[in-house]
């Protein structure tokens, strides 16, 4: 998915874990079912590799070894190998980790940032609002929104930028959807996407190879979304606010009917394996 002139992106996966197919569609889900965790890898021009998310990473043993943080191992089991993870994959493709700008953080759920502390050299780029509730939740307070503190690099917050602060520019598109311009391009627009987790980011990239909106985990499956199913009770209270998910998936179903070509991607949904450059 290169582009000559402009952004080019190429998606990844770095681990999985597993759940019953009925949390996630109530209405057609049959048996256990794998979520890959996704992540993107931008070329920018003028800036340089920049990731969204990083998938699980090896240091997800360590943060879940002592309860609470135990509970998410059980409530969501973890399969990853050791040359799966972000830094391995992006070894293969002559990347150090030094070599990565920044990384996105769209939210601080254990299968979008396990593999942060691979990158001691890499600045982070999250909404302040997510930030704000990591660092408010601690105990089983924090392992109930899928917060583990033990993947935080320590001094991640030396390296942290708010893409409030961050951004070129912030505008409401005509969906309703708040859009963060960044890295003085248009191609590519960060999107606040909340309701899954607070100040939860996707984005947006829009050139002349591809129009795509990627909604994290604003839904789980495109089907689900596409058809009106909401996901099984059971994770309200993992959820940080069910109304603005439910608000969330109204903006993204305006701008799809706003704009038919783009294609809508969400981190763990099937349809988005399509897209994986790297084979699963
Ligand atoms: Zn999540």
Redesign the pocket.
């Known amino acids: 998915m290169a582009s000559e002139t402009g952004i080019s992106v190429e998606f990844y996966s770095s681990g999985y874990c597993t759940a019953h197919e009925r949390i996630v569609d109530p209405v057609n889900g049959k048996g256990a079912c794998k979520f890959y965790a996704v992540w993107a890898l931008f070329q920018v021009p003028g800036i340089g590799w920049v990731m969204f998310d990083t998938g699980y990473g090896p240091s997800f043993w360590e943060a879940t070894q002592k309860f609470p943080a135990r509970f998410y191992r059980w409530a969501t089991p973890v399969f990853l190998k050791e040359n799966e993870s972000a830094k391995k994959i992006l070894e293969t493709k002559g990347i150090a980790p030094s070599d990565i700008k920044y990384i996105i953080i769209?939210?601080f759920?254990a299968?979008?940032i396990g593999g942060l502390r691979d990158f001691p050299e890499t600045s982070f780029i999250c909404s302040k609002s997510a930030n704000q509730q990591v660092k408010g939740k601690k105990g089983f307070g924090a392992v109930s929104k899928?917060i583990l503190h033990g993947l935080l690099p320590e001094d991640y917050e030396k390296r942290l930028f708010y893409i409030d602060g961050f951004a070129d520019r912030v505008e409401v598109n005509a969906s309703g959807i708040t859009v963060y311009r960044l890295f003085g391009q248009e191609e590519l627009q960060l999107i606040l996407l909340p309701g899954?987790?607070r100040g939860?980011l996707g984005f947006i990239l829009q050139n002349d190879h591809r129009h795509m909106l990627y909604g994290?985990?604003a839904s789980w499956f495109y089907s689900c979304y596409d058809q009106g199913i909401l996901p099984n009770q059971v994770v309200r209270i993992f959820f940080d606010s069910w109304n603005d998910f439910q608000i969330t998936q109204m903006k993204i179903r305006a701008y799809e009917n706003a704009h038919p070509e783009a294609s809508i991607l969400f981190?763990h949904c099937p349809e988005t394996l399509k897209y994986l450059d790297h084979a699963v």
């Open positions: 769209s939210h759920h299968d979008h899928g899954h987790a939860m994290t985990d981190t």
